[in-house]
C-alpha cells in the first residue's frame, strides 16, 4: 500500500486547539493528488447540508434546523478522523442571496483552516449547462427557492467561480468541485465547459486543485480515456450511488479503470437500507462495504453523502453523532485507517504548543492534536518551551517501547486509537 499524508486529530477530553495554517497546497501528479514535497494525499470525509437553505428554512418555517459549527468540526476532527468537509452550494440561493460568502462560506473555510481539515466547496448544479435542460423537481419554486436549486446555468456558474476563487485564492485548503452533476450532455460536450469553469478559477487562483466530475449524474468518467481534461491539477469525481450503479453499469467501465492514470473521487456515495428510493436503497454488505474496499484497492479519495439526520442517504439518526448503518461505515472506515501521533517529554507529560517536523513539515502540535504524519516516520525538531529547548530522541508506542527512527508502518495494520508518540528531551 502507498504511503499516504493523513490529518487526524486525537481524541481528547476538552475542546481542541485550533491549528494555522496547517494544510499544504494539493496538486495532481500522475494518478495522485500529491502535497508540496510530492507525498501522496488520500482525502476522506464528509459532505454536508446546504447551509444557506437550513438558515432560510428556519427562518421561513419557524424550524430549528441545525447548522454545521465549530462543535461538529471538532466532532469530525477528534472522532472521525475526516481530513475533508464537502459544502455544496444550491445555485438558486447562491444567485437570490447576497451575503452568501460572509454567511454561509466564510466561517466554514476559517474553520477549516483552524481545524486542519480541507473544504471541498461544490457548486451543486444538475443538468446540461449549455442548453440548461434539467430534471424536473417537485420542490422548484417552492420557498426558500426561486426556481431549480440545482440550476445549470452556465453564466451564473461562472459568475461564482468568478467570486469564490478570488476570494479563497490564497487558501491552499480550499478546493474546488466546479459542477456537481452534469445530465443530458454527452462527455465530448461537457469536456469544453469544464475545461472554460477551470479556467474562470485559474484565472484567479492558479495553484487550486479542481474536480471535474463525469456525465450521467457525475457518474461515468469513461470518456476521458481517449478525450482527457486539457488541464493541469484536475481531479475526477464521481458519484456511484447503488441505483445509478444498477441502471448504468459497473464501476471498472465508468471510473475504475482510469485509476492508473488519474486521480478519482467519489464525491457522493452512500446508501440506506430500506428506503423507498432505488438511487439509494442497499446495505452494507451489498454495497457499502465492497464499495470502500474498491475505492481503497484503486486509492481514491472520497466524501460520504451525507452528515444529517434529514437528507439522505442520512449518515446519522440524530444531531448527537447517533448513526445509521451507512454512517457507522463511513465513521469507522475514516477511524481505522489513521495513526494518531502525539508529543510528549521524556519524563511522559504532553509537549504543548511545539512545532513539530515530521518528514520535514513542520506543524502546530498542541497536545490535544495530532501532527500530520506519513507511513514513513522521522521528526527533526528544536522546540523551545518555556525558556528551555527540547530534541526529539524517538518514537514510542502507547506502552513506551521504543521505536527505532525512520521505520516504516503499514496505515491499515492498526486500529482505530493506535498512538504513536514523538519524544522529546531538554
Known amino acids: 500500500m502507498l504511503s499516504v499524508v493523513i490529518m487526524s486529530l486525537a481524541p481528547v477530553k476538552t475542546q481542541a486547539s485550533p491549528l494555522v495554517n496547517s494544510l499544504p497546497w494539493l496538486h495532481v501528479q500522475g494518478n495522485r493528488i500529491v502535497d508540496e514535497k510530492g507525498l501522496p494525499v488520500i482525502l476522506r470525509g464528509v459532505a454536508i447540508e446546504e447551509q444557506c437553505y437550513m438558515h432560510l428554512a ?3 418555517y419557524a424550524l430549528d434546523l441545525h447548522l454545521f459549527d465549530e462543535a461538529d468540526v471538532i466532532e469530525l476532527v477528534q472522532n472521525w478522523h475526516a481530513s475533508v468537509i464537502r459544502v455544496p452550494i444550491f445555485p438558486d440561493l447562491w444567485e437570490n442571496y447576497p451575503r452568501y460568502l460572509e454567511q454561509f462560506l ?3 473555510v476559517d474553520l477549516g483552516n483552524r481545524y486542519g481539515m480541507y473544504i471541498l466547496l461544490g457548486w451543486h448544479a444538475h443538468g446540461n449547462p449549455i442548453t440548461g435542460q434539467a430534471d424536473l423537481l417537485s420542490f422548484s ?5 426561486h426556481g431549480n436549486p440545482y440550476n445549470p446555468n452556465m453564466t451564473l456558474a461562472t459568475s461564482f467561480w468568478d467570486a469564490v476563487a478570488e476570494r479563497y485564492k490564497n487558501d491552499p485548503w480550499v478546493i474546488y468541485s466546479i459542477f456537481c452533476e452534469p445530465t443530458n450532455i454527452l462527455w ?10 477551470i479556467d474562470t478559477v485559474r484565472s484567479h487562483n492558479p495553484r487550486a486543485l479542481v474536480l471535474v466530475s463525469g456525465v450521467d449524474y457525475a457518474y461515468d468518467l469513461s470518456g476521458v480515456q481517449n478525450d482527457p481534461i486539457d488541464r493541469r ?3 475526477y469525481e464521481t458519484h456511484p450511488y447503488p441505483g445509478v450503479t444498477e441502471f448504468y453499469g459497473p464501476w471498472d467501465q465508468h471510473f475504475g479503470f482510469l485509476s492508473d492514470r488519474y486521480p478519482i473521487f467519489a464525491g457522493e456515495w452512500g446508501y440506506e437500507s430500506s ?5 439509494v436503497n442497499a446495505t452494507t454488505a451489498d454495497f457499502g462495504m465492497p464499495l470502500v474496499n474498491y475505492m481503497k484497492e484503486k486509492g481514491m479519495s472520497w466524501t460520504a453523502w451525507i452528515l444529517s439526520p434529514r437528507w439522505g442517504p442520512r449518515i446519522l439518526t440524530d444531531w448527537s453523532y447517533d448513526l445509521t448503518e451507512f454512517g457507522e461505515l463511513v465513521r469507522d472506515t475514516l477511524m481505522t485507517t489513521q495513526i494518531v501521533v502525539k508529543t510528549k517529554t521524556i519524563l511522559g507529560s504532553d509537549l504543548s504548543g511545539v512545532i513539530v517536523s515530521v518528514d520535514g513539515n513542520p506543524y502546530l502540535t498542541p497536545s490535544s492534536v495530532t501532527c500530520k504524519i506519513t507511513s514513513r516516520l522521522s521528526a527533526r525538531v528544536i522546540p523551545q518551551v518555556n525558556g528551555s529547548f527540547y530534541h526529539f530522541i524517538g518514537w514510542q508506542d502507547e506502552a513506551g517501547n521504543v521505536l527505532s527512527n525512520n521505520v516504516s508502518f503499514t496505515l491499515d ?3 482505530m486509537g493506535r498512538t504513536i508518540y514523538a519524544v522529546f528531551a531538554p
Open 413 to 415: 495494520a492498526y486500529s
Open 188 to 197: 465530448k460536450d461537457w469536456r469544453p465547459v469544464a475545461e472554460s469553469l
Open 58 to 60: 428556519n427562518d421561513q
Open 141 to 145: 419554486n417552492s420557498p426558500p427557492f
Open 275 to 279: 428506503s423507498s428510493d432505488r438511487t
Open 106 to 108: 466564510d466561517p466554514i
Open 233 to 235: 491539477d484536475v481531479v
